[in-house]
């Protein structure tokens, strides 16, 4: 049972360029979430999804695409890079009832140039 | 949306002293109320949590409190050692916040020996 896994652990990206950051869940969990954490700051949701087929926005969504697919996996897709994107990202994962433990990946290390 | 704020943002104190971070929330839908605690470079992870029909609850050293009609919970550690040294997060979900929680910008708490 591996959790939350996500890569690529560290990646460094020119202006413009995309990229996509992979996120996978072994736990059966139906919510996952993507969420990036700045210097000083907590945690900011980018998009989330309830479920296969469902994908919401969160509270800074733009530069950013996710699909979800299958229950497993939840993607994050940065559609042309920007130094402001730079930051730490992490997946997260969690079961439908309410109120239950947010499972987080290892976190991945973005630098844009 | 939700809405969380996480006081203070800096906490020192020496070891052996109590220590206690204040969070406030703005949605009374939200019935679920974590606490994450980041070493520098790992993930968050989870030390306690506390749900909406429940006032107080203790884990050893660690305690949260919840004060629904004034929307704010507390986390307080007793005994506090060099280990407890970390950034520490308040979050809320769960209601019509289900699946997308919101995070306070954290507190660093220094233990000094």
């Known amino acids: 049972n591996a959790g939350v896994t996500q890569t690529p652990k560290f990646q460094v990206l020119k202006t413009g360029q995309s990229m996509t950051l992979q996120c996978a869940q072994d736990?059966?969990?139906?919510?996952m979430s993507w969420y990036r954490q700045d210097p000083g700051m907590g945690l900011r949701l980018i998009h989330y999804?309830?479920?296969?087929?469902?994908?919401d926005q969160g509270e800074v969504p733009n530069g950013y695409n996710v699909s979800r697919s299958t229950t497993e996996d939840f993607p994050l897709r940065l559609l042309s890079a920007a130094p402001s994107q730079t930051s730490v990202y992490f997946c997260?994962?969690?079961?439908?009832?309410?109120?239950?433990?947010?499972?987080f990946g290892e976190g991945s290390w973005l630098t844009v140039v | 949306g939700e809405n969380v704020e996480q006081h203070p943002s800096t906490l020192s104190v020496q070891e052996g002293d109590s220590a206690v971070i204040k969070c406030t929330y703005s949605?009374?839908?939200?019935?679920?109320f974590p606490w994450y605690k980041q070493e520098l470079g790992k993930r968050p992870q989870l030390i306690i949590d506390?749900?909406?029909?429940?006032g107080e609850k203790k884990d050893q050293r660690i305690a949260v409190t919840l004060n629904k009609t004034a929307k704010h919970f507390s986390l307080h550690i007793t005994e506090t050692q060099p280990e407890d040294s970390a950034v520490y997060f308040c979050?809320?979900?769960?209601?019509?916040?289900?699946?997308?929680?919101?995070f306070g910008d954290g507190t660093t708490l220094t233990v000094k020996p």
């Open positions: 997260a994962s969690e079961e439908r009832a309410s109120g239950n433990t947010i499972y």
């Open positions: 736990m059966n969990h139906e919510y």
């Open positions: 999804s309830v479920g296969a087929g469902i994908t």
């Open positions: 949605d009374s839908a939200s019935n679920y």
């Open positions: 506390i749900r909406s029909n429940v």
């Open positions: 979050a809320a979900s769960g209601g019509t916040n289900a699946g997308k929680s919101t």
